[in-house]
């Protein structure tokens, strides 16, 4: 199927997900916000007996995701986080190594050093976009690699299906956060992974109300598995938050593509600007590994920007606080532009050490790009890096927001 084909095959489908088709069905799946379910007496057996385990929404939720990566229904968690405790917990035992992304979201890098080695499991952090680095760094006990691919902050990527193959010459599992592309841009799954893991909370709810992680796979043992794991640590989705999630599903595919044509107005803007010492984003000139971005990712590269400034910390963090269109949170995916220092906010809880090894300087802003129209994104941004340049009062932004 051509990236064509499956755009058109994704923006058709994804309105009509979780839709009632029989006669007398409500159109917009409802919220089944119960605890528990009925049954006919001792030997039944419903589908759904207790939301701790399964709840109709969440599986609406949960077969709107499967279907967008050509797989059986996804397993959806409370948060991205919880999504990664799950695979964690069902694929690693004591004495596992896991061989994982060195620039990847900081909360997993915590969840790994600082949860999971007090567990018995040993990870090693290596440049992933070097496959050479990580087939060195396979042990006889590796049982998973995992990728962030693009990384975050810095959009680094990894080839996913090289690396793939030799994970499994090892006996290795390998799964890919997918977060910042979704299956709209990027499909693991087809490139050889064995789980395509997201946070939810970001592109796919788009609306920055609800908290949700899910992985997909299409392997059904090993989805099975995770569902046990998922019931015994209770860390599944809520109904209402699933329900949020899907109605941001409906418009996915077209919140992207706008979001990615305004990203790179802005790279293009921002390649250009005195003010910026470096861009990444897979089209900004000198990117490493644009060719890799051009055939691994479905024609766009999402709305996630990072750039670092002239003039280092003092003046990214002058920035951060004279943006008044774009919003300052730890977030991003969403229909509102949204800025983060990620040293002080993502990355924070990581040694300085680490972080600037990856890329994540004291310097660098990453850009969630929304909704709004771009030259209005544009047009904050120079305000505030002319404010922070000159000290100076500038006009007010001439776009209507």
């Keep these: 199927m051509t990236t064509h084909e499956l755009n058109a095959l994704l923006e058709t489908t994804c309105p009509r997900l979780g839709q009632g088709r029989g006669d007398g069905e409500p159109l917009v799946a409802p919220i089944v ?14 589908e759904h007996k207790y939301s701790r385990e399964s709840n109709p929404t969440v599986a609406l939720l949960e077969r709107a995701l499967g279907t967008l990566e050509d ?17 964690f917990l069902t694929l690693l035992r004591a004495g596992d190594h896991v061989v994982c992304s060195r620039a990847l979201y900081g909360g997993t890098t915590r969840l790994l050093e600082r949860i999971f080695f007090g567990l018995g499991v040993a990870t090693t ?5 070097d496959v050479g680095e990580v087939e060195r760094a396979l042990e006889p006990n590796t049982k998973l690699v995992f990728l962030e691919t693009p990384a975050n902050p810095t959009l680094d990527l990894t080839d996913i299906r090289a690396v ?44 920055s109300v609800a908290l ?10 090993q989805l099975e598995a995770l569902r046990f794991t998922r019931k015994c640590t209770g860390n599944i989705q809520s109904p209402f938050n699933a329900w949020l999630t899907l109605q941001g599903i409906k418009t996915l595919p077209l919140r992207l593509g706008r979001q990615c044509e ?29 060719e890799l971005a051009s055939v691994q990712h479905l024609g766009a590269h999402g709305a996630v920007v990072s750039f670092e400034l002239e003039g280092g910390a003092e003046r990214a963090r002058a920035v951060s606080e004279h943006v008044t269109l774009c919003r300052l949170v730890e977030h991003v995916g969403s229909v509102e532009t949204l800025l ?62």
């Design 164 to 207: 793939s193959a030799l994970a499994k010459r090892a006996g290795a599992w390998v799964a890919v956060d997918n977060t910042f592309l979704t299956a709209v841009l990027q499909r693991p799954l087809d490139l050889g992974a064995d789980f395509s893991v997201y946070s939810t909370t970001k592109s796919i709810e788009g609306h």
């Design 71 to 87: 797989a059986p229904p996804a397993v959806c968690y409370g948060t991205g986080l919880a999504a990664e405790s799950g695979l």
């Design 125 to 129: 952090f290596v440049d992933s976009t």
């Design 340 to 401: 983060t220092h990620s040293a002080s906010m993502t990355h924070g809880g990581v040694p300085r050490d680490q972080r600037e090894l990856v890329g994540v300087t004291e310097g660098l802003l990453r850009l969630s790009v929304g909704l709004e129209h771009p030259d209005a994104i544009i047009h904050d941004l120079e305000r505030a890096f002319r404010k922070t340049a000159a000290r100076e009062e500038v006009t007010a932004c001439p776009v209507s927001v």
């Design 262 to 290: 305004s990203a790179q107005r802005i790279v293009n803007w921002l390649v250009e600007h005195p003010a910026t010492a470096r861009v990444n984003y897979p089209t900004a000139p000198g990117f490493a590994q644009a």
């Design 212 to 221: 949700g992680g899910a992985i997909v796979a299409r392997d059904e043992e």
């Design 33 to 46: 916000q119960s605890t528990t379910f009925c049954r006919d007496g001792l030997d039944s057996d419903p």
